[in-house]
């Protein structure tokens, strides 16, 4: 399926160099405020009070969020389990306050806006239990980049699969330097949408070496930076219709999913467009700098363009 085509090959790889030291300069502050302010954790990986609140009636969770704010939590995390009337609650440590005293406050708080809040639970995550998230999120990251290397190498060449690698770790480390600089909260919510996107990069990058492959086969006389430049441009109108879908439910979950899908939603939509962006500029550059060739991918007897055998001949780039 196809909204337009595009019948005149667009030169992407001639603006290749450009487009990648721009890319080499956000991924350096990316890292540059990783490092320099960090990530705003949230009670997952730091630890906190968790609570669990029963009203006898439906509760506006916004209302609830904006009582405990006045206490001084400006990101507690608050959002329905289970039903409308039922309630969770994480609060991080605060200085000086116990886990009780954490929950006497909030439940005085609650209580004097609706006395049929009810307290049904009150735990305490310990640090270790962030430490332990931390590292398994590690080590899920670790396995699905490998997982991809030895996917792609299998599939097409290693060289594809090193492109395709640096430019996913170049969409994570983005994505978590937008959270660093203006110090977002980073959920196991926004882990997922980080792991999603690894995958969601990915699969773009496939759709464009397979075209590359094909390409390869169909013509014989193009050059390597051609094959690449009407792989990309003839994939463009899949690529608009597939993320473009995508986005508008991730939009949907952005401006109407509340503040629990917020960043959840918003790390999705910075993930999907550099996705978009590393797989057609930054993967293909770097397959094309490695020196990626017809032979890497084509093997046996190769078709010339007007082969009588070849079902694509007379086909017009």
């Known amino acids: 399926m196809e909204f337009f085509r595009i019948h005149?090959?667009?030169?992407?790889?001639?603006h290749a160099l450009v487009l990648n030291a721009i890319s080499v300069i956000t991924f350096l502050l990316a890292v540059f405020f990783l490092f320099h302010r960090g990530l705003h954790l949230s009670v997952e990986f730091t630890g906190g009070t968790?609570?669990?609140?029963?009203?006898?009636?439906?509760?506006?969770?916004?209302?609830?969020?904006?009582?405990i704010g006045k206490l001084g939590y400006p990101d507690v995390q608050v959002q329905n389990f289970g039903t409308s009337r039922d309630v969770q609650i994480r609060l991080p440590v605060q200085k000086g306050q116990t886990s009780a005293q954490q929950s006497e406050?909030?439940?005085?708080?609650?209580?004097?806006?609706?006395?049929?809040a009810t307290l049904r639970g009150n735990e305490f995550v310990g640090p270790q239990v962030g430490e332990e998230l931390t590292t398994n999120g590690l080590k899920a990251l670790g396995m699905v980049v490998v997982?991809?290397?030895?996917?792609?190498?299998?599939?097409?060449?290693?060289?594809?699969?090193?492109?395709?690698?640096?430019?996913?770790?170049?969409?994570?480390v983005i994505i978590l330097g937008f959270f660093a600089f203006f110090q977002w909260e980073f959920s196991l919510a926004v882990?997922?949408?980080?792991?999603?996107?690894?995958?969601?990069?990915?699969?773009?990058?496939?759709?464009?070496?397979?075209?590359?492959?094909?390409?390869?086969?169909?013509y014989r006389k193009m050059t390597t930076?051609?094959?690449i430049d009407n792989a990309i441009t003839s994939t463009i109108s899949r690529t608009i219709i597939t993320h473009g879908c995508?986005?508008?439910v991730v939009l949907s979950m952005f401006f109407f999913g509340g503040p629990t899908l917020h960043y959840f939603a918003l790390a999705l939509t910075i993930g999907i467009l550099f996705g978009i962006y590393s797989s057609a500029f930054v993967a293909a550059a770097i397959a094309m700098w490695l020196g990626v060739k017809r032979e890497d991918l084509v093997k046996g007897p190769i078709k010339r363009e007007g082969d009588p055998d070849d079902p694509n001949a007379g086909a017009t780039v």
């Open 8 to 14: 005149r090959t667009i030169p992407f790889m001639r």
């Open 50 to 67: 968790v609570m669990e609140i029963a009203y006898q009636q439906s509760v506006d969770v916004g209302k609830v969020r904006e009582t």
């Open 105 to 116: 406050q909030v439940m005085a708080a609650l209580k004097a806006v609706d006395p049929s």
């Open 147 to 172: 997982g991809i290397m030895i996917y792609l190498a299998f599939r097409f060449e290693w060289k594809f699969a090193l492109a395709t690698v640096l430019a996913n770790l170049h969409d994570v």
């Open 191 to 218: 882990l997922a949408a980080v792991l999603a996107v690894l995958g969601y990069s990915v699969n773009e990058s496939v759709v464009i070496f397979d075209r590359v492959r094909e390409n390869f086969r169909r």
């Open 225 to 227: 930076r051609e094959v």
């Open 246 to 248: 995508t986005q508008l």
